[in-house]
């Protein structure tokens, strides 16, 4: 009899939790905070996202993207994190590596630790690639020929990525930054300002340039990634290309973010029934055959880590042995 008493009073709170969640939303608006510019990858996946999370949130909330490029994301989560309410009405995405910052780049603006984690839609290749009509046409050219990349700024993939293949490999690539966007490196290379990008999200290639890999319009030279994309068999995975386990080890944590290439957070504190709720309604929005077909007509990749996994695994790669962080860190530092 207590146990029934004790099941029937436990759902009673229940009930109550997720009404007072509901009667929270009911009428207001969600803040989708996007750390790019409009048309790139995180851009696309966020408004992705955003057309179909509401639904999934009690009280169903409306969902408005807000594009704030600058630094790689890092502007957007300085936001996120100390200006943004912390009520559960904010979230937001920017570079997958940018949680990795304050770990490789010292950077002590935000604690990712403290962000409220709620899911990464997919984990993620990206690919080094040059236009066509560029001298370096595969890995070995990027070893012996000097070549123009683009970048976006410190602790942004394009720029994290090259600066570490010149220092642990000893490409020749020089980095013009201060993109805001992949969809702005795409027309940097289209004008010519630019040969290529180290940092280009399979996915993205796939839904937005399509016809760059049918007609061969750009030359793909290595993929960054823990594990190869068999879309793109022929291209080298960077970690067959390493010499020693130094080199793996480091290579393996500057990679480390395509785990979690499109991360969706809060700021810190938000109150935790709140925190359960947006949890679940994105994990209830991975499974949602309306989103999943939406993904699909746009070609976009969907292979969901909840945002307890997140947690758990940043949590891991803090605990990075400081002699492997050290060097990882001396890897991806620009101008160092």
């Known amino acids: 009899m207590a146990v029934v008493i004790a099941a029937a009073a436990l759902g009673v709170v229940r009930l109550a939790r997720?009404?007072?969640?509901?009667?929270?939303y009911r009428g207001r608006?969600?803040?989708?905070?996007?750390?790019?510019?409009?048309?790139?990858?995180?851009?696309?996946?966020?408004?992705?996202?955003?057309r179909h999370l509401g639904k999934h949130i009690p009280g169903n909330p409306s969902m408005v993207p807000q594009n704030m490029p600058g630094a790689g994301g890092l502007k957007a989560t300085q936001y996120l994190y100390g200006v943004a309410p912390k009520d559960g009405t904010a979230i937001g995405t920017v570079a997958r590596g940018q949680p990795l910052t304050p770990l490789l780049l010292g950077d002590k603006s935000f604690d990712p630790l403290r962000l409220t984690w709620i899911g990464s839609v997919t984990d993620e290749a990206s690919l080094c690639l040059s236009w066509g009509t560029s001298r370096v046409k595969n890995w070995q050219d990027l070893l012996t020929k000097d070549v123009l990349f683009g970048g976006e700024g410190q602790g942004a993939d394009p720029d994290m990525f090259a600066t570490a293949l010149n220092r642990i490999f000893g490409t020749r690539i020089k980095i013009i930054t201060g993109y805001h966007s992949t969809r702005e490196l795409t027309l940097g290379?289209?004008?010519?300002?630019?040969?290529?990008?180290?940092?280009?999200?399979?996915?993205?290639?796939?839904?937005?340039?399509?016809?760059w890999v049918a007609r061969k319009t750009v030359n793909l030279l290595v993929q960054m990634a823990a594990r190869k994309d068999e879309r793109f068999s022929s291209v080298p995975l960077i970690g067959d290309l390493v010499q020693n386990d130094e080199q793996r080890k480091v290579i393996g944590l500057v990679i480390a973010g395509q785990a979690i290439a499109r991360p969706f957070f809060a700021p810190p504190d938000v109150p935790e029934d709140r925190k359960t709720a947006l949890r679940a309604a994105f994990d209830a929005t991975m499974k949602d055959p309306e989103f999943r077909a939406d993904a699909q007509r746009s070609n976009m990749d969907v292979n969901p880590m909840p945002g307890a996994d997140m947690e758990a695994f940043l949590k891991n790669l803090y605990a990075t042995p400081k002699d492997v962080v050290q060097k990882a860190s001396a890897a991806i530092q620009i101008g160092r």
């Open 18 to 24: 997720a009404d007072a969640i509901e009667d929270f």
């Open 189 to 211: 290379m289209e004008r010519g300002e630019i040969e290529g990008v180290c940092g280009i999200s399979a996915s993205t290639l796939i839904s937005q340039q399509p016809e």
């Open 29 to 50: 608006s969600i803040s989708i905070v996007i750390g790019y510019g409009v048309g790139g990858g995180y851009d696309t996946y966020a408004r992705l996202l955003g």
